[in-house]
């Protein structure tokens, strides 16, 4: 009880703040507003999480400011489009009290949340108010499953993506004998299922399947039973925090082989900073394309820096995609009602930053790609992508 006390003052702290600001910003403008919710980690104690939320919501802004600049007239009107942020700390009983805030608020919609999980327990809120979410992060195919038809992503699901890396993994690598171990969360262990059944698919043998807590530092046990296999890989399905935890352990206890991650994130600075020199080579799969074959790229960069710095998460540019989607949504619906909006999104198409941007019936990307990296002497390098762009 006291716990969630403490989540609701902290929810009524953010909100007076953003109330406060957000009156004033309401007053001085000529037109309606068109508030665009964001939500995610903007406070955590892991300060990779942090960084990746901001940079998620400022590439959020850049998308706002780029449509402002064109202007919107809805109905006749001018609509100028505004960013409320909202930190659900990475919390499973925060993230539904920010969605609350959020709908209540009045948004048009809202882009988050940081990972599957959050975004999951926080649909339920955004579904029965039929308020558009626009996930750029959370890849478990269970987030598009529930049946709620307000519900979208900018990136691909961790089924595709778990059967590309399993067809790579045989066809490509030549890796037969693989131990898969999962963080025991839906998400993860729904990806790792998928990956064994895609490399079964392919001759492969999974010589045993364990799942973790996802709170777990210890792998030793689970690392020790693997020797014993003499496998030709590692497979992880799980978060990003725990991929560097076993790669690091993984050389303590001198296995060789190879990991392979499809962990969000994975593949940039984070890993590295924090894993320190491995020897293992490092096998990862990331949703999209490398951000410098983005066509769009160079300008979006440009613009980022100049107003936010040099940090750009590799999720940034699907959140940026996500609101060109919301916005384009709105414009098309030439209207300011959830409901509305909701249904225009399913009929958007548009080229995006990170590829064309159209929505099936369920809210995934009708053509996801994914790209495969490899880390090697403190380097990540671009392989190949796959996919169906």
């Known amino acids: ?34 508030w665009i919710g964001f939500a995610g980690p903007l406070t955590s104690a ?39 942020p909202q930190d659900d700390r990475s919390d499973l009983r925060t993230a539904p009290l920010v969605a609350d805030y959020l709908v209540k608020r009045g948004v048009v919609g809202v882009i988050g949340h940081g990972n599957t999980g959050t975004t999951m327990a926080a649909a339920a809120v ?17 987030y598009t499953q529930q049946g709620y038809s307000n519900v979208f992503r900018t990136i691909g699901h961790s089924d595709r993506g ?26 993860g262990r729904a990806f790792a299922e998928r990956f064994a059944q895609a490399a079964r698919a392919q001759g492969a043998e999974i010589l045993s399947h364990d799942s973790v807590s996802d709170k777990t530092s210890d792998f030793n046990g689970i ?27 993984m050389q303590r206890l001198q296995l060789a082989m ?26 990862a799969l990331e949703a999209g394309q490398p951000m410098e074959r983005l066509k769009g790229w160079k300008n979006f960069q440009r613009s980022y820096e100049k107003e936010f710095g040099a940090y750009i998460d590799p999720y940034a540019p699907f959140a940026f995609d996500a609101a ?38 369920e809210g995934d990307l009708q053509a996801p790609s994914f790209s495969i990296y490899t880390l090697r002497g403190q380097q990540w390098q671009f392989q190949q992508t796959i996919g169906d762009r």
């Open 126 to 142: 955004y579904h029965r108010a039929n308020v558009a979410l626009l996930s750029p992060s959370s890849s478990g195919r269970a």
């Open 324 to 361: 060109q989607a919301l916005i384009a949504a709105v414009r098309q619906a030439n209207s300011l009602d959830p409901a509305k909006v909701v249904a225009a999104l399913h009929e958007v198409r548009f080229n995006g930053l990170t590829g064309p941007i159209a929505f099936n019936a």
């Open 46 to 84: 892991f300060e990779p999480s942090v960084r990746f939320a901001r940079s998620l919501s400022q590439a959020v802004q850049l998308a706002i400011d780029a449509a402002n600049q064109q202007k919107t007239r809805i109905n006749g009107r001018e609509v100028t489009f505004r960013l409320l």
């Open 223 to 249: 690392l020790n039973s693997a020797r014993s296999h003499q496998p030709d890989a590692i497979f992880w399905g799980g978060l990003n925090d725990q991929a560097i935890v076993l790669a690091q352990s």
């Open 258 to 283: 190879p990991l392979i991650s499809g962990a969000n994130g994975m593949v940039g600075p984070v890993f590295i900073e924090k894993a320190g020199p491995v020897a293992n080579t490092i096998i």
């Open 162 to 187: 778990g059967e590309y890396l399993g067809q790579h993994v045989v066809r490509t690598l030549g890796m037969k004998r693989i131990v898969v171990i999962d963080n025991g969360a839906p998400a």
């Open 1 to 34: 009880m006291r716990h969630v006390i403490r989540l609701m003052a902290a929810i009524v702290a953010m909100s007076s703040c953003c109330l406060c600001g957000n009156a004033l910003a309401t007053s001085e403008a000529e037109g309606e507003i068109a």
